[in-house]
């Protein structure tokens, strides 16, 4: 039984759904799992294990920014058993030829945060990435839906209120295509401990035109994304 999380041996998939909001994690369970129980709300962190077309899976909120999703990331792993991660979440874009409800899979995860440079002792910037495997698995399931899937780098930022929104530009000309808070921390740890990550986005708003998502955007456009990130984890599975 882990600090954070509180639940028992068994209670937890192998495959694992991170939204960092606990109660999108309950309607995940409610909208998308079989017979899904809830197996914690410490700290009002919810998570659930369920069956989805016959084979078990866990979502499990992570709350926002790296350093919490640091924790359940590393507990999920180490105290659970977890192999596969996939984050869930929604993204401001920075490209501008996204549009609201866009699906991005993260390949790999720019960061602003000091937590890998503390990791590495400041020598090395460590770039964090998606385990291919998956990635190709999530491109794949989303082809058969007929949702398109943009395929490329984010930023995972440590502060979700910028002072300096200049930096964004800079960033949209290297081809960082949106900014989230908790994928580079997600794919280090994983790394760390041979799991496999992946990161999965709806565009929710736009940083340059000032475009967002109301309430029914929010959850038609969320549930596409679920439904690739459901098939990719449970993909090979016996």
């Known amino acids: ?4 999380i509180g639940a028992q041996p068994g209670d937890i998939a192998e495959r694992v759904l991170l939204p ?3 109660m999108r994690a309950k309607w995940i369970a409610e909208t998308f799992l079989q017979d899904a129980k809830c197996y914690t709300q410490v700290r009002g962190m919810l998570g659930f294990t369920g069956t989805y077309q016959g084979v078990r899976v866990s979502v499990q909120g992570s709350g926002m920014g790296m350093p919490s999703a640091s924790i359940y990331t590393h507990e999920l792993i180490n105290e659970y058993g977890v192999r596969s991660l996939i984050r869930i979440g929604s993204c401001g874009a920075l490209a501008m030829d996204l549009q609201l409800g866009d699906v991005i899979a993260a390949i790999g995860s720019a960061t602003d945060s000091n937590m890998n ?4 002792d400041g020598l090395v910037d460590y770039a ?3 385990d291919f495997g998956l ?3 999530a491109a794949e399931v989303a082809e058969r839906h007929g949702t398109a899937l ?4 984010i930023l995972a930022a440590d502060a979700f209120y910028t002072d300096r929104p200049d930096l964004y530009d800079t960033l949209a000309d290297y081809g960082v295509l949106a900014v989230e808070m908790e994928s580079a921390a997600i794919y280090t740890i994983a790394a760390r401990y041979r799991a496999r990550a ?3 986005l709806t565009v929710s708003d736009h940083l340059k035109t000032g475009d967002k998502m ?12 679920v439904r690739i990130g459901l098939d990719t984890a449970i993909a090979g599975a016996a």
Not at 117 to 120: G, H, I
Not at 214 to 225: K, Y
Request: glycine share 8%; hydrophobic share 35%.
């Open 128 to 130: 964090p990435v998606a």
């Open 20 to 22: 960092g909001d606990p």
């Open 1 to 4: 039984m882990s600090v954070h």
């Open 198 to 200: 992946l990161t999965i």
């Open 135 to 137: 990635l190709r698995t």
């Open 117 to 120: 440079r503390t990791r590495f």
């Open 214 to 225: 109301d309430s029914a955007q929010r959850e038609q456009g969320f549930s596409a994304m």
């Open 150 to 153: 943009r395929v490329g780098p």
